[in-house]
Nanobody, 121 residues
Framework: QVQFVESGGGLVQPGGSLRLSCAAS????????MGWYRQAPGKQRELVAI???????NYADSVKGRFTISRDNAENTVYLQMNSLKPEDTAVYYC???????????????WGQGTQVTVSS
């Protein structure tokens, strides 16, 4: 059974940084396109960053230039470095394998518990 365990969230002041990690229990992790998603209170879950098996990345306009997605295939882990955080980045962050694209995401597996990111002074 595929599982994702997200960690690294917390409370941070505007302008601060956090690094999220997602450990995936997937065989042959390296072949999967992985994405970071977030869901703010009262809003739909959205895909904010994606990294393909070859390392190509794409970002939602709302995070472009501030967030960086990366992966360590040896550790079956995907990361999200978040800089210059804003209050509107407050959300629960999840990772998943994605079969779609940034504009039309399609998460492949069940969701993990996510990790809460709160940006507030």
């Amino acid at each position: 059974q595929v599982q994702f365990v997200e960690s690294g969230g917390g409370l941070v002041q505007p302008g601060g940084s956090l690094r999220l990690s997602c450990a995936a229990s997937i065989s042959i992790f390296s072949i999967y396109t992985m994405g970071w998603y977030r869901q703010a209170p009262g809003k739909q879950r959205e895909l904010v960053a994606i990294i393909r098996s070859g390392g190509r990345t794409n970002y939602a306009d709302s995070v472009k230039g501030r967030f960086t997605i990366s992966r360590d295939n040896a550790e079956n882990t995907v990361y999200l470095q978040m800089n210059s955080l804003k209050p509107e980045d407050t959300a629960v962050y999840y990772c998943n394998s994605d079969l779609g694209s940034l504009g039309r995401p399609r998460a492949q597996y069940s969701w993990g518990q996510g990790t809460q990111v709160t940006v507030s002074s």
